[in-house]
Each structure stands twice: as structure tokens, then as C-alpha cells.
């Protein structure tokens, strides 16, 4: 199975911030990576696909890079509505898996 | 709109079965794979089972082969998740999602899941 890693665990930071998340994959997943969004009490959101292509309807400010095993998730300028649990997944081979979540809020 | 809207969750004792329902609408049902992803409380997310679009291709997770089964319902535009020999590990808010679908070598794969619906609680305790 694909093990994801997520760095870090939590983050705070301020308004307009830049905020960088890392996600690692134990073997090479190609570009096969999402990020979903999650707010509390609510249904995950998908940000971004194949590493780095924004979904539609989702605000500039997040933005996805990385290949093979190192993805990073960006967020340009933090705004209030960004808090949430950011987490990877992987969908390059069975069993799909997900990264243990990053949680953001705001400093 | 595109929205999927899940039932059949509530409160079964360790050992017993239970069916969840989604029910999808705003896209045509039967051109994705659709799939079950699972939240315990407090935790992240478990992704738990796909289905191809004609169910002719399923796939599980190991801790709920051989106990859970999903099925699709073209025509009525609903997935199903069939779930036997409940224990304690499966009590989660259960959500029903839809596979983007990629196009690869004339195969379509499933791809991130785009569309989620808002869950349905499943609690397993005596």
C-alpha cells in the first residue's frame, strides 16, 4: 500500500501569510494526487487534481506542485475562510489512501 | 446541480448489518465510478470502496473485504453500500463520492474524487 505523509501537522499562521503543506507518497505516485479541503462538521471540498490543476470554482490563491513523491499545497495569501483541514490523496493504485490532514487556522 | 445525498445510517449493535444508500443527481449517474470514503470521529479520512460505472469492477479496502459489498442502481441514479459483521473500527460518518474520471489508453479510471455528498453517520456499539 502507498503510505501519505503529511508536514505539518498544524499550522498557524496570519492573515495574507503565504502557507506552503507538504504531502510525501512511500513510492512514486506520478502527478496521481489531490487535495481536498475540510471544514468542520462538513463534506471534504477537492482543491486541486493531478497535482497542480485547479479545480473549477476554486479561488486563485491555491496553487499545487510536485511529482513522483513530494507534492506541495500552497495557499498565496491566507484568508479567514481557509481554516480547515487540508489532506492529500493519492489515486495512482488501490488501495487509494489519504494523508493524515493538515490543520490551518489563523494566528 | 450535481449533489449526492446519502441515507441509512444510525446505530447497529457489534455483529449487525446495515445499507447505505446514495442517492445522485445533476450528472449522468451511470458515465462515473462512484465510491464510499469513511470518517471515524475525530480522524481523518478512509477511503473504503469504488465501483466502476457498469459494476463490473469493484474494489475494497482490506479491513472490510469479505463484510461489505457495494452496488449501483443506473436507472435509479443510487450506490449502495452493504455492510455485515459490524464492529466498533466501523463506526464513521460514511460518504458517498464521485470518481472525475481519466480517460487513460481508451480506459476510464476513476481519478479524484470531485463530488462528495454530506454524510451519513454509523454507529457500531452495544
Known amino acids: 500500500d502507498i503510505q501519505m505523509t503529511q508536514s505539518p501537522s498544524t499550522l498557524s499562521a496570519s492573515v495574507g501569510d503565504r502557507v506552503t503543506i507538504t504531502c510525501r507518497a512511500s513510492?512514486?505516485?506520478?502527478?496521481?494526487l489531490a487535495w481536498h479541503q475540510q471544514k468542520p462538521g462538513k463534506a471534504p471540498k477537492l482543491l486541486i487534481y493531478k497535482a497542480s490543476t485547479l479545480e473549477s470554482g476554486v479561488p486563485s490563491r491555491f496553487s499545487g506542485s510536485g511529482s513522483g513523491t513530494e507534492f506541495t499545497l500552497t495557499i498565496s495569501s491566507l484568508q479567514p475562510d481557509d481554516c480547515a483541514t487540508y489532506y492529500c490523496q493519492q489515486y495512482d493504485s488501490y488501495p487509494v489512501t489519504f494523508g493524515p490532514g493538515t490543520k490551518v487556522d489563523i494566528k | 446541480e450535481v449533489q449526492l445525498v446519502e441515507s441509512g445510517g444510525g446505530l447497529v449493535q457489534p455483529g449487525g448489518s446495515l445499507r447505505l444508500s446514495c442517492a445522485a443527481s445533476?450528472?449522468?449517474?451511470?458515465?462515473?465510478?462512484m465510491g464510499w470514503v469513511r470518517q471515524a470521529p475525530g480522524k481523518g479520512l478512509e477511503w473504503v470502496a469504488n465501483i466502476k460505472q457498469d459494476g463490473s469492477e469493484k474494489y475494497f479496502v482490506d479491513s472490510v473485504k469479505g463484510r461489505f459489498s457495494i452496488s449501483r442502481d443506473n436507472a435509479r441514479y443510487s450506490l449502495h453500500l452493504e455492510m455485515n459483521s459490524l464492529r466498533a473500527e466501523d463506526t464513521a460518518v460514511y460518504f458517498c463520492a464521485r470518481g472525475q474520471g481519466l480517460l487513460i489508453s481508451g480506459q476510464i479510471y476513476p481519478g479524484a474524487f470531485d463530488i462528495w455528498g454530506q454524510g451519513t453517520m454509523v454507529t457500531v456499539s452495544s
Open positions: 445533476g450528472f449522468t449517474f451511470s458515465n462515473y465510478w
Open positions: 513510492q512514486s505516485i506520478s502527478s496521481w
